[in-house]
């Protein structure tokens, strides 16, 4: 961030001491006498900045702000006799000093925290309430702003140069798939979101891809020159093989292997971890970010690396959909937004893109010229 000479004799008159950034967020805790803790939010909906001013109460300010896209403020007050105040609106000036994104505010004045902890907690439970009933009362949609941390692995597949001019396409793709394979590549920002749209694309194709693993274990069994119809044990293994429940065949963990291994062949997989080595090295971490992940050596596994990786897959998969609250008002390995966790999704989505794209070309048919 860059100050101007101005903006650095201003800040030279701050009590640096009386100041805390607080979390992950672009926010600041000013202590004293008159606390506040100020941070800047972002609008999820284009027109939630715009449509402030119809918020009861809208004041315009007499001095406008010229780095302040929006110009006045909304006092949110209590009705049970609370020592705290909010406001929505123009950025302080002391926030605008402090901060890149002196845009758009949301400030929570009057509250003495005792600690870093508390003012955390404080800023996190009250505004998200705030933001999340001027949602259900106004529509306006809006997110405490990130910073970006430093030091974060940006994680992208690297696309290998294509020399040839592109060309009219030979397939034809299954529409619903390729539409959640689209719907995957818009969710920027949203890597829980990113990931399951991709197991979708998966999901799709385990019916097709978990019979064809039955049917091929039954023609094995039956093509058995030692196989007797009049046997009840050999017919009691057929029985075993076909007893399976649900819309394919084998549980879903099963059905993810089968669709893998039938779409995706070892040498594929071992090209694209050669060819993506910051993903390797995600992988092959001794502390992974993710509870409840093991490490995964690909290369020195070869022949085993599709069954580790969909063994991975569906306990991430379960750690995104199957999230529940105990009795104690605990989530169970709830994979929350917006974590260090979540982040790490993002390593784990550039392999799920291969992979949905792996499965959605086995699935194409010839297009019509």
């Given at each position: 961030?860059?100050?101007?000479?101005?903006?650095?004799?201003?800040?030279?008159?701050?009590?640096?001491?009386?100041?805390?950034?607080?979390?992950?967020?672009a926010a600041f805790?000013?202590?004293?006498?008159?606390?506040?803790?100020?941070?800047?939010?972002?609008?999820?909906?284009?027109?939630?900045?715009?449509?402030?001013?119809?918020?009861?109460?809208?004041?315009?300010?007499?001095?406008?702000?010229?780095?302040?896209?929006?110009?006045?403020?909304?006092?949110?007050?209590?009705?049970?006799?609370?020592?705290?105040?909010?406001?929505?609106?123009?950025?302080?000036?002391?926030?605008?000093?402090l901060s890149s994104?002196?845009?758009?505010?949301?400030?929570?004045?009057?509250?003495?925290?005792?600690?870093?902890?508390?003012?955390?907690?404080?800023?996190?439970?009250?505004?998200?309430?705030?933001?999340?009933?001027?949602?259900?009362?106004?529509?306006?949609?809006?997110?405490?702003?990130?910073?970006?941390?430093?030091?974060?692995?940006?994680?992208?597949?690297?696309?290998?140069?294509?020399?040839?001019?592109?060309?009219?396409?030979?397939?034809?793709?299954?529409?619903?798939?390729?539409?959640?394979?689209?719907?995957?590549?818009?969710?920027?920002?949203?890597?829980?979101?990113?990931?399951?749209?991709?197991?979708?694309?998966?999901?799709?194709?385990?019916?097709?891809?978990?019979?064809?693993?039955l049917l091929d274990?039954?023609?094995?069994?039956?093509?058995?020159?030692?196989?007797?119809?009049?046997?009840?044990?050999?017919?009691?293994?057929?029985?075993?093989?076909?007893?399976?429940?649900?819309?394919?065949?084998?549980?879903?963990?099963?059905?993810?292997?089968?669709?893998?291994?039938?779409?995706?062949?070892?040498?594929?997989?071992?090209?694209?971890?050669?060819?993506?080595?910051?993903?390797?090295?995600?992988?092959?971490?001794?502390?992974?970010?993710?509870?409840?992940?093991?490490?995964?050596?690909?290369?020195?596994?070869?022949?085993?690396?599709?069954?580790?990786?969909?063994?991975?897959?569906?306990?991430?998969?379960?750690?995104?959909?199957?999230?529940?609250?105990?009795?104690?008002?605990?989530?169970?390995?709830?994979?929350?937004?917006?974590?260090?966790?979540?982040?790490?999704?993002?390593?784990?989505?550039?392999?799920?893109?291969?992979?949905?794209?792996?499965?959605?070309?086995?699935?194409?048919?010839?297009?019509?010229?």
């Amino acid at each position: 961030m860059q100050i101007s000479e101005d903006d650095a004799v201003a800040c030279s008159k701050l009590d640096f001491t009386k100041i805390r950034a607080l979390g992950e967020y672009a926010a600041f805790e000013v202590l004293g006498e008159d606390p506040c803790i100020e941070v800047a939010l972002l609008a999820d909906d284009r027109q939630s900045s715009r449509l402030l001013e119809r918020i009861p109460g809208w004041v315009a300010d007499e001095s406008p702000n010229p780095r302040a896209r929006v110009q006045g403020s909304a006092c949110i007050t209590g009705v049970r006799g609370e020592v705290w105040s909010a406001d929505i609106g123009t950025p302080s000036d002391v926030f605008s000093l402090l901060s890149s994104f002196p845009y758009l505010t949301l400030k929570l004045r009057g509250r003495q925290n005792r600690t870093y902890d508390e003012a955390l907690a404080f800023l996190e439970s009250a505004g998200n309430a705030i933001l999340f009933e001027l949602d259900l009362k106004y529509g306006l949609s809006f997110t405490f702003r990130r910073l970006r941390r430093t030091g974060l692995v940006r994680f992208g597949r690297r696309a290998r140069p294509h020399a040839a001019a592109p060309t009219l396409p030979k397939l034809q793709y299954a529409a619903e798939p390729l539409s959640l394979y689209r719907y995957a590549r818009s969710a920027m920002g949203m890597p829980l979101l990113e990931f399951l749209a991709y197991y979708q694309v998966l999901e799709y194709h385990f019916s097709r891809y978990s019979q064809r693993d039955l049917l091929d274990r039954l023609r094995n069994e039956l093509r058995d020159p030692s196989f007797r119809a009049d046997d009840e044990r050999h017919l009691a293994r057929i029985l075993r093989i076909t007893r399976q429940s649900g819309r394919g065949y084998g549980d879903e963990r099963s059905q993810l292997k089968a669709t893998i291994r039938y779409c995706v062949s070892e040498d594929a997989i071992s090209d694209f971890l050669s060819g993506n080595p910051e993903i390797l090295d995600h992988f092959g971490a001794k502390k992974q970010v993710i509870l409840g992940l093991q490490p995964l050596d690909l290369l020195r596994k070869k022949g085993d690396a599709a069954d580790l990786l969909c063994e991975r897959i569906y306990d991430i998969r379960c750690r995104v959909v199957h999230s529940k609250e105990d009795g104690g008002g605990q989530m169970d390995s709830l994979l929350m937004p917006f974590t260090p966790e979540a982040e790490s999704i993002r390593a784990e989505n550039v392999l799920m893109r291969f992979l949905a794209q792996k499965v959605l070309i086995a699935g194409a048919m010839n297009l019509p010229l």
